[in-house]
């Protein structure tokens, strides 16, 4: 069956392809429980689009650009003086966003070595259902037959017809997040999480940052005042200048420049200049290279089908992660179906709550949300409540002059039972995991605002709101 250039043949229980957050918790929780694993990557370094191109790298940039612009904007009001003189060096930045991301890639590898992972760094391809091809990036071929296969093979950034990549003056995330210079203008089509994020860390270094966003609204999953409350900040601080209701109809890349021209809902017609233009439209599945065709694997708009236990139609192969048709495309969805996944093939149960997914935007304020939006309880026809607590009226958002936002949490208004939380703050991301537990074990407003809070902590926001539900704030 295989070609006589393969030079060796290797026998796993189980194979998992990708190795990002998906693909290698799989493997390492596979490991532990017993079964013998491989995990092939063909990126050369594990940890996918996440650690490599995606949520490290993305979280040291913001991390930087923040504590630059909060010294010129901020330091000030703190009576601290000298941060209009600190002054930024872009490539320095991005060493040390190296530097974190080889640091945790590594550290992948050694988890690998640690759980008797083998690590194979290559092209994975179907022959059969349980025969794989694996091209190394060395150039040698290996036969690897597994009794079950993971797919995990991630996704890839979508773009515009009329304006390929080519990563320098049109640029996905990949290329926005390894610029060694600051575009004089930027132009932001669509004003998702990758738009809001890295436009905010151009924007923060000096660039004039557009975001053309077709949709009504910025970060249009979350709530409308949540997207609003997002949107005047960015604007406000950060001076964003962000067009919504806005369709981009054509583009040309001019080699150091890029022209493209919008149309407004009103049908008026513009053209927009910039030095650079980051493209975030969304993210596809990736399923190229895997000859997905041998097995005849089922698809949905390139999205690998499963059902609830990771299975797709073809026995004994399954898929997590961004490249199925469930879920958020988010690395921590991905951890936990590969976890999940690997213990119903070891024989335990394992499962995944699709609805208590929390999910973060980065930009100060963060976002954060989980659960459902007032929005769609609204549509659901559910009987409900909202309770508000804003940070102006937080003693530790004051003390510290962070006021802007405010937590708003949903409830089943018979039940009290918590249905949504969202918050926008400047920890947002950090407070969200309070509201998570508390509905993963199918808590009551009242259930949190009667546990104890230290004081003075930002998570006071979350009780006061929680008293807003079922009874009234103190301190509002
Ligand atoms: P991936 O991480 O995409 O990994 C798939 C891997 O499979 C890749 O390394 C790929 O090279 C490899 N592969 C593909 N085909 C083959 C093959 N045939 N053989 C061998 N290897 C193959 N999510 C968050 O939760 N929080 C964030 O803050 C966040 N920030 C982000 C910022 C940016 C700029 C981007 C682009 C994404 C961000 N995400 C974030 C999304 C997150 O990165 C993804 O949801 C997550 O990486 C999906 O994990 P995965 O394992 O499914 O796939
Ligand atoms: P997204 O879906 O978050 O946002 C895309 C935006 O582009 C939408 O608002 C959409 O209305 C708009 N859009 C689509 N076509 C357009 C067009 N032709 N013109 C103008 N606007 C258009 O996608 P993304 O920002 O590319 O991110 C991709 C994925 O990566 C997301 O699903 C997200 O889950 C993940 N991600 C997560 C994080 C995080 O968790 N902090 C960070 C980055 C990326």
């Given at each position: 069956m295989f070609r006589s250039n393969i030079a060796r043949l290797a026998a796993f229980d189980v194979t998992v392809i990708g190795g990002g957050p998906g693909g290698y918790v799989a493997a390492i929780k596979a490991a532990q429980l017993g079964l013998k694993?491989?995990?092939?990557?063909?990126?050369?370094?594990?940890?996918?689009?996440?650690?490599?191109?995606?949520?490290?790298?993305?979280?040291?940039?913001?991390?930087a650009t923040h504590m630059y612009h909060d010294a010129h904007a901020n330091f000030a009001k703190y009576g601290l003086r000298g941060g209009e003189q600190v002054t930024m060096d872009v490539a320095a930045m991005q060493v040390q966003k190296t530097k974190a991301v080889k640091g945790l890639t590594s550290?992948?590898?050694?988890?690998?070595?640690?759980?008797?992972?083998t690590y194979y760094k290559g092209e994975a391809s179907f022959v059969s259902a349980s025969s794989l091809k694996m091209k190394g990036l060395d150039g040698k071929e290996e036969a690897i037959e597994s009794k079950k296969?993971?797919?995990?093979?991630?996704?890839?950034?979508?773009?515009?017809?009329?304006?390929?990549?080519?990563?320098?003056?049109?640029?996905?995330?990949?290329?926005?997040?390894?610029?060694?210079?600051?575009?004089?203008?930027?132009i932001v089509i669509g004003g998702g999480v990758i738009g809001l994020e890295l436009g905010s860390v151009w924007a923060r270094l000096g660039s004039e940052v557009t975001v053309v966003e077709f949709a009504p609204r910025c970060a249009a999953t979350a709530d409308a005042d949540v997207s609003k409350a997002l949107t005047d900040a960015l604007v406000k601080h950060e001076k964003m200048k962000i067009m919504v209701n806005t369709?981009?109809?054509?583009?040309?890349?001019?080699?150091?420049?890029?022209?493209?021209?919008?149309?407004?809902?009103?049908?008026?017609?513009?053209?927009?200049?910039?030095?650079a233009l980051l493209c975030s439209v969304g993210r596809r599945p990736h399923t190229a290279g895997l000859n997905a065709e041998a097995i005849n694997l089922k698809m949905e708009k390139g999205f690998v089908c499963i059902n609830d236990h990771f299975e797709t139609n073809v026995p004994n192969v399954y898929a997590i992660g961004d490249v199925v048709n469930k879920g958020p495309m988010l690395a921590h969805k991905a951890e936990d179906e590969g976890v999940a996944c690997a213990e119903l093939l070891a024989g335990k149960p394992g499962h995944v709550n699709y609805d208590v997914i929390p999910s973060v935007i980065y930009t100060n304020?963060?976002?954060?949300?989980?659960?459902?939006?007032?929005?769609?309880?609204?549509?659901?026809?559910?009987?409900?409540?909202?309770?508000?607590?804003?940070?102006?009226?937080?003693?530790?958002?004051?003390a510290v002059a962070t006021?802007?936002?405010?937590?708003?949490v949903v409830t089943d208004k018979k039940t009290d039972r918590i249905l949504g939380v969202q918050i926008v703050c400047t920890t947002a991301g950090e407070l969200i995991a309070e509201a998570t537990?508390?509905?993963?074990?199918?808590?009551?407003?009242?259930?949190?605002?009667?546990?104890?809070?230290?004081h003075p902590t930002m998570s006071e926001a979350v009780k006061e709101a929680c008293m807003a539900c079922y009874s009234q704030t103190i301190n509002f």
């Open positions: 694993t491989a995990c092939v990557d063909k990126r050369g370094a594990p940890g996918g689009t996440c650690l490599n191109v995606g949520c490290i790298p993305s979280k040291a940039l913001l991390y550290g992948v590898e050694y988890l690998f070595k640690k759980n008797k992972v296969t993971i797919i995990a093979t991630g996704s890839e950034p979508s773009a515009l017809p009329f304006l390929p990549f080519d990563e320098k003056v049109v640029m996905s995330s990949t290329g926005a997040l390894d610029l060694d210079h600051i575009p004089k203008k930027l369709k981009v109809v054509s583009g040309t890349n001019n080699g150091s420049s890029v022209t493209i021209e919008v149309e407004g809902k009103d049908g008026k017609k513009q053209t927009l200049e910039a030095d304020p963060e976002v954060a949300q989980v659960g459902k939006t007032e929005e769609q309880v609204k549509k659901e026809g559910i009987d409900y409540k909202v309770g508000k607590f804003p940070f102006s009226a937080n003693s530790r958002a004051k006021e802007d936002g405010f937590v708003k537990l508390a509905m993963e074990y199918g808590a009551s407003s009242e259930d949190i605002g009667r546990t104890c809070h230290a």
